[in-house]
């Protein structure tokens, strides 16, 4: 249950993937396999049927199985001895299957499940975070009820049913706390801290108003009782924590270099030796700082980058028109990916942009929550954005907001909706295959929409949206800019802190030096580093897939389509850059 399947951007809520079911099958199946790939496929159904859903109720909602909806994650240290057992037998029958003895597409759904088995393991055994992070059972539990409340697929009645019976093992959550947790990093004691307040008046105030609708009067007392409890021991917690917990929180967040290799290689399919990757990330971080320089130059020279920098901060709309601004971007994204060819877009449905959910406010600026893979009656999928406290002071705020500068929304926009994550999930609908349904690569969900910001620009969004403002296309520019700067500070710092050559405070002056970004955030992205190691996905997917476009190109010449490339690219689902690579190249050339 701690080992949280790939969401879309920064999404602490569990968001199950679907995958394209062409991934390997570009030519047919020798039919000699044809037996052991059946084999492999009823092996693969065990596996999510006896371990998968069973184990993981929230993501099961999330995915659309509702069969689990009045079950929560054991997150007792029984539970994940019995879930350690678990893994390992898996691991010895499937890694039975010779990959030799399968067609290509189903050894990479082997691939996938094994990484999935191995990753799980080395989270809780080595990583350890039901022991480290007490973030994890407070926001967890969040999830687990926002899963149920956040989209309509059964009546409001039924709904809260498995809410109750949701609520009801929430307490027993927080007791297997106070067994689990020993010596935290401060770090993640302060972060959990942080987030209970939030948590608190999210059961208090956003999940009742969810079902004003259920009118039952049984069942609404129920509920009364039970999410009384919930508030009550989330408040005992969060007294506990500040008591007892903080004080003697003097743990170590870092993975240390082994296991960031080992979890990079089960994550991503990514063996490159860290140094190596610092060294890539810190080219591709220099060509940038470069080119804003440059721009900036352009916009005026009489300023130096910093201080354009900062007037392109200072052009934000107030926080209370914030989400609307998101909203109005939609009709120019889509119009110039339509008129330019840049991807065919599935459906004509837009996402519903509304404020970030309270459990994930500390450590994201903004998200895309898509529904389930198999989630037959609620379709909705919603743009997060964060609104900054109404009780922040005016500095802060104005820090806070520095982030989302008009140009920046744009690049936003880009990144989670159109073309970025929000199309990719669109294209999701006609999987068959459920290895690759459930299963994938951050380095494929970020990478994919991090490139989009880019690609978008070299295309000629700019020009498109304001073809008369030569001004304003450079600072579009420059926001995408000092989006893609802000992944490339995410990339040292994640592969830095982990392995002990970059304090905290180190990694903020980095954020706000190296990445161009305000202290207030070079400070929330240093907290998501210390618990989301790996966030240099980013731009390491990034560099992927332009690589292989480069490639791809190179290969076709003149016969290269980029509205092709990049439907044929969704076909493949959300695999690693490694196993798209090789479909689409069939060669096994390096992806950096």
Known sequence: MFNRPIVAHFVIAVSALAACCNLYALEPAPAASATV?????????????????????????QTGIHDYDAKLEDYSRAGIDREVAALKNWDTRISAIAPATLDEY??????????????????????????????????????????????????????????????????????????????PPKIYTEIALEQLPGLINFFRKDVPSAFADANDPALRQQFSESNAAVIKALGDYQAWLKKDV?????????????TYRKKLEYDEMVDTPLDRLVTIDMQNMRRNQAEFA??????????????????????????????????????????????????????????IVEETPP??????????????????????AYFNVTLPDPSWSRQRTDEFMAQFSYPVISAIASHE????????????????????????????????????????????LAQSLYPNDPRQQKLLRLGQLQDALLRNARF?????????????????????????????????ETKRGTSDPTYLYYTLGKLQILKLRADLEAKQGKAFNLEQFHNDFMRQGFAPIKIVRHAMLHDDSPTL
């Open 37 to 61: 790939d059946q084999t492999f496929s009823k092996l693969a159904d065990e596996f999510f049927d006896t371990y998968y859903f069973p184990t993981n109720p929230t993501t099961a909602t």
């Open 106 to 183: 189903t050894q990479g759904d082997r691939d996938l499940v094994l990484n999935h088995i191995h990753s799980t393991l080395l989270t809780l055994q080595t990583i350890r975070p039901w022991e480290k992070n007490p973030d994890n059972y407070s926001s967890g539990i969040a999830n687990s009820a926002f899963v149920i409340m956040e989209r309509k697929f059964a009546p409001p009645a039924d709904r809260l049913r498995s809410l109750i019976a949701r609520e009801k093992q929430m307490p027993a959550v927080l007791e297997a706390a106070h067994a689990n947790l020993k010596n």
């Open 246 to 258: 903080l004080p003697a929180s003097h743990g170590d967040f870092r993975l240390g270099a082994d």
């Open 294 to 351: 440059r721009i900036a130059k352009e916009v005026d020279p009489k300023k130096t980058p910093r201080q354009v920098l900062a007037e392109l901060a200072a052009d934000h709309p107030a926080p209370t028109k914030l989400l609307d601004a998101f909203r109005a971007t939609f009709d120019g994204l889509i119009a110039f990916i339509k008129a330019k060819h840049i991807i065919t877009i599935p459906s004509d449905v837009r996402p």
């Open 359 to 380: 459990f994930m406010r500390a450590t994201t600026f903004a998200s895309m929550d898509t529904p389930g893979s198999y989630e037959k009656s609620a379709a909705e």
């Open 417 to 460: 909706a159109y073309p970025g994550h929000y199309i990719q999930f669109l294209w999701m609908h006609k999987i068959h295959d459920r290895v690759r349904k459930l299963l994938g690569a951050n380095t494929n969900v970020e990478g994919w929409a991090h490139y989009c910001e880019q690609m978008m620009l070299d295309e000629g």
């Open 492 to 524: 040292v710092v994640g592969i830095k802190m982990h392995t002990g050559q970059m304090t905290m405070d180190q990694a903020v002056d980095f954020f706000v030096k190296e990445g161009y970004q305000s202290r207030a955030v070079g400070t929330v």
